[in-house]
């Protein structure tokens, strides 16, 4: 089992920066990419990033050039740099792994963490 554990959510004004972060633990051998997913309140959860182990990456076109995934290696963890913050951008992220082939399948998902953008 993988454990997946999100910090880093909260509030902020449209036009500023948060910085999520999520820790992995178990058997993460058996994951070979790490992402965020998002839902908005009476909205789909949606793919948000994805970042495999080799560093190749993926973004939802909503946050392409605002949002950056990272992740250390070493260190189990996967982050989300979000820069200019939105209103729609208001959700709560869920970190997740899983396999990514030709598409990202996620196999396990944290508890998730609120983010509020103000306007």
């Known amino acids: 089992q993988v454990r997946l554990v999100e910090s880093g959510g909260g509030s902020v004004q449209a036009g500023g920066s948060l910085r999520l972060s999520c820790v992995g633990s178990?058997?993460?051998?058996?994951?070979?990419?790490m992402g965020w997913y998002r839902q908005a309140p009476g909205k789909q959860r949606e793919l948000v990033a994805v970042?495999?182990?080799?560093?190749?990456?993926k973004y939802a076109d909503s946050v392409k050039g605002r949002l950056t995934i990272t992740r250390n290696n070493a260190k189990n963890t996967v982050y989300l740099q979000m820069d200019s913050l939105k209103p729609e951008d208001t959700a709560v992220y869920f970190c997740?792994?899983?396999?990514?082939?030709?598409?990202?399948?996620?196999?396990?998902w944290g508890q998730g963490t609120q983010v509020t953008v103000s306007s």
């Open positions: 997740t792994g899983g396999r990514w082939l030709a598409e990202y399948f996620v196999e396990h």
């Open positions: 178990g058997r993460m051998r058996d994951i070979n990419a």
């Open positions: 970042i495999s182990n080799g560093g190749n990456t």
